[in-house]
């Protein structure tokens, strides 16, 4: 199974992990000073998986709002991976303690799976279109289904003109927001946008 073999590869690079879905477990897991590569386990059936890497003090898990609905920081895969649990669940998570730099890892894992992005079993040959794709199983789910048409037109503005705007703060342009980065709490009101604010916590299940 391709998991599993990636499981194993990872395990050669690393010290120790821990598996779970409780951000109680990971924090207590989690230390200053030393990196870590994750991996998210969202249907094993179909080996649908992704990957990245964090550090102690930077918890990527915790920004992606997968756990925690209430929405923190910046971290670009944010809403690609609240799609992900809407479209087919969360299994598990592995958080690995890394011998080595955890990205020289995230790029054997690449290398390893042949693929240019931290996703497998996801169509798409790049984060746009791996987006796109995601957004349309999205919105088959029957929690999409289930919003009020206002919610499903302000979303899909969110989408297309911010989420895959690669937007810029307006008072620093070296202050990128692109992809789920647009999530940080304050970017939207900043530039005018904070009326999706209510729209998006109800599509994604978050909060502001």
């Known amino acids: 199974m391709i998991i599993s073999n990636v499981i194993s590869s990872i395990e050669k690079e690393t010290y120790s992990f821990i598996k779970t879905t409780s951000e109680k477990e ?6 200053k000073g030393v990196q870590y590569l994750y991996l998210i386990i969202w249907n094993t059936n179909n080996n649908i998986f992704s990957w990245g890497t964090m550090s102690g003090s930077s918890d990527r898990i915790r920004k992606s709002s997968i756990l925690n609905k209430k929405l923190t920081g ?3 895969r944010r809403v690609d991976y609240l799609m992900l649990k809407k479209i087919m669940g969360l299994e598990t998570i592995y958080l690995f303690k890394t011998k080595e730099k955890s990205t020289f890892i995230e790029s ?3 290398t390893l799976l042949n693929v240019k992005s931290c ?3 996801l169509e798409g040959v790049n984060r746009d279109e791996i987006s796109h794709n995601l957004y349309s199983k999205f919105k088959l789910t029957n929690h999409y289904i289930s919003q009020s048409e206002t919610d499903k037109k302000n ?3 969110f989408f297309h003109e911010i989420f895959l705007g690669k937007k810029r703060h307006p008072d620093n342009p070296k202050r990128t927001f692109y992809y789920g980065d647009c999530l940080e709490p304050g970017f939207l009101k900043k530039i005018n946008f904070g009326y999706l604010e209510m729209s998006i916590e109800n599509m994604l299940d978050v909060v502001f």
């Open 26 to 31: 990971l924090k207590i897991f989690r230390e």
């Open 74 to 76: 910046k971290y670009d």
């Open 108 to 110: 054997k894992i690449k």
């Open 119 to 121: 996703f497998y079993g």
């Open 155 to 157: 979303f899909d503005l």
